[in-house]
């Protein structure tokens, strides 16, 4: 998925200071959230474009479906998926 949109052009957009989000971190981290979901639906997520979601849970996903996205935009290939549960 991520893959996929690495040569493709992307829009920033503005969070805060001096950060950004692309399309390719808020697709990714649909995804990521989808499928661990469907697999864990007691579950709490906390994601770092859309926050926290879920219920109170003793199990909580940390989603960073892009680590690097500034890597990523200038195209250089560091840049992984961190999806750990705490």
Known sequence: MIRDQFHAPLT???K??????????????RTILDILRAAHPTD??????????????????????LCGTRNFAAERHSWPSISPCA
Request: zero cysteines.
């Open 16 to 29: 805060e200071a001096d950060d950004f989000a692309t399309q390719a971190d808020y697709a990714s981290e």
């Open 12 to 14: 920033p957009y503005d």
């Open 44 to 65: 709490r997520f906390l994601a770092e474009e859309s926050g926290t979601t879920g219920n109170r849970s003793d199990r909580v996903w940390l989603i960073d479906p």
